[in-house]
C-alpha cells in the first residue's frame, strides 16, 4: 500500500497522510511529550482493545495531558480507519502529544489543545502455534540505560530505540534488558517471559517495565488454563541465561520464542513446547478481551 495515500486521523479529521499537517512546534516533536498505543487488528477483529485505550488513559493522567475522548471514539477511529486499509493485518497506532505551543518552553502549557494522530499500517499475519513456522528470535543483552518511569508508554523512545539498535548493529532482532543489580526488566520493545521446569515466570509490574498488553492476556489466559504454574517474580540474569525457554511478547509479536541469547542457545536452542501450547492458548482466546 502506498502510505502516502493512506487516510490517517489527525485533530478530528481524515485525510490522506501527504496533507496531514503538524506544527514544528508541537511538544511531541519537540521533547516527546506525548502518549502512544499499537492496536493490533486482525481481519477487523481488534486484540485488547479497551485494555489498551485504558492504559493510554493511564499514560495521559500521569502526565497531566486532559482529552475527552472514551473507548468508544478511540473505536470509532479505529473502524474507520480499518475500512480505508482493507482490514488485512493491521496495527492502528493512537499518539496524543500535548499540542503546539507558542514558544519552546519545558513547562506544561495551559490553553493548548492535544495534537491526536492515528493511522494504521501492516503488520505480519498472526502468529500460529507451529514450531517449525514460527519466527525464531535471537537477541543480545546489556543494561537498561532508560529513564525510571518505563510504566508511560511516552513517544520519547530514544532509550529504547537505543537498545533496539544495539541488537541490529550485532545482527539480532531484540535487545532484552537488565537492571544495575543483574535484573530482568523487559526488551527495547517487548515484554520477556521465560520458563524452568515447566514454571512460567515474569518479571513484576514497576516502573522499570511497560505493563504489556500482551503480558497482561497471557498471564490471564495460562492462569485460567491452569496447565502450567505462573509466576511474576525478579529474575537475575543467571536463571534467564539458564532458562528452557524464553519469550518476547508484544502485540504485533504475540508470544515469540527466543533460541538464542548472546551467541549462546536458550534451553536446546529449539522452539519450545510450552511455547506452543502458552501461543496456541493465545490464539484460541486473544479476542475475548
Ligand atoms: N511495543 N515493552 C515495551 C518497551 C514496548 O514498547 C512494548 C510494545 C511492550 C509490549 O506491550 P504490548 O503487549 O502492550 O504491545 C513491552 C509496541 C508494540 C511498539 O512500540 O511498537
Known sequence: MAIDNNIVFLNGEFVPMSEAKISPLDRGFLFGDGIYEVVPSYGGQLVGFALHIERMQ???NAIGIKLEMGVDDWRDIAIKLMESSGKGNLG???HVSRGADTKRFHAYPEHVQPTVFAYAFEIPAATTADKQGVKQYKVTSTEDLRWKRC???STSLLGNVMHFQQ????GVQETILFNQHKELTEASACNVF???NNV???PP???QILPGITRHMLLDILRKDGSFQVQERALNMTEVRDADELWLTSSSKEIAPVVEL????VGNGKVGDIWQKAQSLYSANKYLY
Open 262 to 265: 548472546d551467541g549462546q542457545p
Open 58 to 60: 493511564n499514560g495521559l
Open 194 to 196: 521465560m520458563v524452568k
Open 167 to 170: 541488537g541490529q548493529d550485532v
Open 92 to 94: 492502528l497506532y493512537f
Open 205 to 207: 509490574l514497576d516502573n
Open 200 to 202: 512460567v515466570i515474569t
Open 151 to 153: 510504566q508511560i508508554k
